[in-house]
């Protein structure tokens, strides 16, 4: 159950990411690839770009595991046992299980899943206090799903949500860009909801990457058909990070996925493969998002 597992084979991919990531946008409002994600056990992740793995673990019924089979510590247990909910509880044992495997696949296994410590920073984000100072990591959850990111070349920010965003205008104002409503309005009904989600899972995993709070994402303005920011936007420049966005695709149930990585390695990279693999602040303001 941990990390991801490909229905698809890579190589099937291989023709899809060969080309630089611009030529292989998809049409406006729809992340690009598709991926399919399944529920058996893998033993690593894969890099999405040069230093940077991808992993996921499926929640549910079927793939809930007991504390004794999870690599977790006492301040594990201890950190999450306040969540109320049962399956919230449970869904960041299984991610904090997933991300501790993480982290010591990315060092080669000289420091064991059981040994990572974790602090928080100022606004929530969990940060490692211990092992390599350029090791990063971003985690991300939906109820039936969670996505980890661990980087080695710098910071790093991971988002997911479901594909079919409620896409409302009573509350778009508030999170986006004056130029991304005006791309938004502009599309098809059936295609807006879509696109909504690939914007607002941008706009989180940038925000996770640069360490700031849910009050940034309005300033952070990207374009509606490549993974990047528009130019003039928040933090935009000659050396921007580095965008991949995608839709997992989960027995049916679409999520959408979005990297940002502020490596400079990874800003000239290109997908050559596919790749197979906390929350930083409250959505508290946005119930209708996952977690």
């Known amino acids: 159950m941990y990390s991801l597992n490909f229905i698809t084979k890579r190589s099937a991919f291989s023709s899809v990411f060969s080309a630089d990531s611009e030529q292989n946008q998809a049409p406006a409002g729809y992340p690009t690839p598709e991926i399919a994600v399944g529920t058996n056990s893998g033993k690593a992740g894969h890099e999405i770009v040069p230093g940077v793995q991808i992993w996921y673990v499926v929640h549910g019924s079927n793939s809930h595991s007991s504390l004794a089979e999870l690599s977790l510590t006492r301040a594990d247990i201890d950190e999450f046992a306040p969540v109320r909910h049962a399956g919230a509880r449970q869904r960041s044992y299984e991610t904090r299980d ?101 914007l607002w899972t941008l706009k989180e995993a940038f925000v996770k990457m640069l360490g700031t709070g849910i009050a940034e994402v309005a300033d952070k303005a990207f ?69």
């Open 98 to 198: 997933l991300l501790r495997r993480a982290l010591s696949d990315a060092v080669g296994g000289e420091i064991s899943p059981e040994d990572w410590r974790f602090d928080r920073t100022e606004f929530g984000q969990p940060t490692l206090s211990n092992g390599r100072n350029n090791l990063k990591f971003s985690c991300s959850h939906t109820p039936e799903m969670s996505v980890v990111a661990v980087s080695t070349i710098g910071d790093v920010g991971i988002d997911v949500a479901d594909a079919e965003f409620e896409a409302g205008s009573d509350w778009l104002g508030e999170v986006m860009a004056p130029r991304e409503l005006a791309g938004l309005v502009k599309l098809p009904d059936a295609d807006r909801p879509r696109a909504v989600a690939r």
């Open 223 to 291: 374009d509606l058909n490549h993974d990047r920011l528009l130019p003039g936007s928040s933090n935009d420049g000659p050396e921007q990070p580095e965008f991949r966005t995608w839709i997992a695709n989960h027995q049916g149930q679409r999520y959408s996925v979005a990297l940002a990585s502020s490596s400079s390695v990874a800003a000239h990279a290109r997908l050559s493969h596919l790749s197979e693999g906390s929350v930083v602040y409250s959505r508290d303001q946005f119930p209708f998002l996952g977690r």
